[in-house]
T-cell receptor
Framework: AQSVTQLDSQVPVFEEAPVELRCNYS??????LFWYVQYPNQGLQLLLK??????LVKGINGFEAEFNKSQTSFHLRKPSVHISDTAEYFCAVSSPSGGYQKVTFGTGTKLQVIP | EPEVTQTPSHQVTQMGQEVILRCVPI?????FYWYRQILGQKVEFLVSFYNNEISEKSEIFDDQFSVERPDGSNFTLKIRSTKLEDSAMYFCASTGLASTDTQYFGPGTRLTVL
């Protein structure tokens, strides 16, 4: 079984300030890790994913995340946020078996960028 | 960029009625999924489908739910007798054969049960 914990339900941050959204996971097998963004009344958009290799993963919109196996974390960061980054961010994990990828989501973190 | 499409975008129904939510996965994908997101809550796995049969389902996916791939392009989720608590956003997703393939999500169907 696998699970994802996002401890921060809401994160307010001023425009142009840096932000880190925290994510910890639990799994008994090797995992793939993802961050999705959901804008109000919209679907899920993949920001970035970690499959293997370099632990620092760069995604769209200037976001990046670092996989830390020893701390079972996959925190999302952006050095300077913009108003348009206001959205809900979901960390997710899957333990793929061939092409099969059942994704388990965290509870989400609402990022509110303050002008 | 390939995309998963879903119709309708919003469905309103009366309690007890049957609804069918439709999805068109990416054309060469073989694994299909439905997820649900109740307002204000996290996205939850409902069911996965491969080779014309359910490969895994969650405890949410009870006898009121069914899935079908009626032709080579559509993937449907049927709720036989809707309940108020079925009101949610329903997302369809699909993946290819490789474990490194990205799972693509559709834009969702918002189901409102009155």
């Amino acid at each position: 079984a696998q699970s994802v914990t996002q401890l921060d339900s809401q994160v307010p941050v001023f425009e142009e300030a840096p932000v880190e959204l925290r994510c910890n996971y639990s799994s008994s097998v090797s995992v793939y890790l993802f961050w999705y963004v959901q804008y109000p009344n919209q679907g899920l958009q993949l920001l970035l994913k970690y499959l293997s290799g370099s632990t620092l993963v760069k995604g769209i919109n200037g976001f990046e995340a670092e996989f830390n196996k020893s701390q079972t974390s996959f925190h999302l960061r952006k050095p300077s946020v913009h108003i348009s980054d206001t959205a809900e961010y979901f960390c997710a994990v899957s333990s793929p078996s061939g092409g099969y990828q059942k994704v388990t989501f965290g509870t989400g973190t609402k990022l509110q960028v303050i002008p | 960029e390939p995309e998963v499409t879903q119709t309708p975008s919003h469905q309103v129904t009366q309690m007890g009625q049957e609804v069918i939510l439709r999805c068109v996965p990416i054309s060469n994908h073989l694994y299909f999924y439905w997820y649900r997101q109740i307002l204000g809550q996290k996205v939850e796995f409902l069911v996965s489908f491969y080779n014309n049969e359910i490969s895994e389902k969650s405890e949410i996916f009870d006898d009121q739910f069914s899935v079908e791939r009626p032709d080579g392009s559509n993937f449907t989720l049927k709720i036989r007798s809707t309940k108020l608590e079925d009101s949610a956003m329903y997302f369809c997703a699909s993946t290819g054969l490789a474990s490194t393939d990205t799972q693509y999500f559709g834009p969702g169907t918002r189901l409102t049960v009155l």
